[in-house]
């Protein structure tokens, strides 16, 4: 297993670790990949890896979904990040071949920040094929 | 891994590639199958394979979620579908034993499409028991 | 592959399955662990253990999120379930390293009922490091 930390920018933010992992997995051949991030208020996602005006769009959309001023208990007053963490998931898997991750033409690797800024650490996972 | 492709009828629809994915997995033994869309507005979700009203109540409730018409600023115009996409993930993951996938009586596998109709490929990787 | 069954106490209940799953992939090294929920109304999520009122929110934002006055066409009434359980998804995947599951120190791994009570099965699935 490896791992690696990211620094986020801000609250919310969706971060490109598509290098990181790449670099992870380097000399693995067939199976996949599990991005996991062991943290409660961010989440990892894959979605486009062109237009960063993506990215933003995801970070608003998101704040919509789950409104930070929603009438929660929890007195840290970071519920709305645990709501959004759950919604984009813990980890990724991405099938492995030939030693490269499958991702599609357009598919970036995203750890997605929802209580930011923090210093946030990844695990990546290697599995075998039979 | 294998691969197909799947050819979605409208903007927004959940298409069933259970038998696919089933016919992939053929003859291996324990462990478990990756499903992975290597597409950036279209994901994969597990839900109910008797009645498609199902189907179509999850389709619109996921448009309500995540209306098109949302202040979005990526310029192609489907950050909706890019946002919907990651709401459902890109992978399903389903154990594998005996050579069977482990689906639940009433559970079916689901390319979800939001921004067809369009050609799309899944990826199906098969992982090992120890 | 191993499974057990969980009792769910009310319509929607995050319920706590960390011990079941520890006690699951006891004995296993380097890999990941598969957690299952072959059902379409419930799904899995890893989030905060520690604080209950983060579950007590995480429900009335699903709540929110999803609700179950929706105009959906599935005549047995629980489509909202239905939605939530896809937004959850079915399956969480953690690595394992040393026989022990590379949770987050503040992680639990929740069975998150939407159409409860009902007794829910859980399967684990332990995959292969290469």
């Known amino acids: 297993m490896r791992s690696f930390e990211v620094r986020t920018p801000r609250r919310v933010a969706f971060v490109d670790?598509?290098?990181?992992?790449?670099?992870?997995?380097?000399?693995?051949?067939?199976?996949?990949?599990?991005?996991?991030?062991?943290?409660?208020?961010?989440?990892?996602?894959?979605?486009?890896n062109v237009d960063p005006s993506v990215r933003a769009d995801l970070e608003m959309a998101l704040e919509r979904l789950v409104p930070s001023d929603l009438p929660f208990t929890h007195l840290e007053g970071n519920s709305d990040a645990h709501t959004k963490a759950s919604l984009m998931g813990s980890s990724a898997t991405i099938p492995l071949a030939g030693g490269r991750l499958q991702l599609g033409t357009w598919q970036g690797i995203y750890l997605a920040e929802f209580d930011g800024p923090r210093t946030r650490r990844v695990l990546v996972s290697v599995l075998a094929a039979p």
Do not use: D, F, L, S
């Open 17 to 48: 670790i598509t290098a990181q992992v790449t670099a992870a997995v380097e000399g693995h051949g067939e199976g996949a990949a599990v991005v996991y991030v062991p943290h409660t208020t961010a989440g990892v996602t894959i979605n486009e």
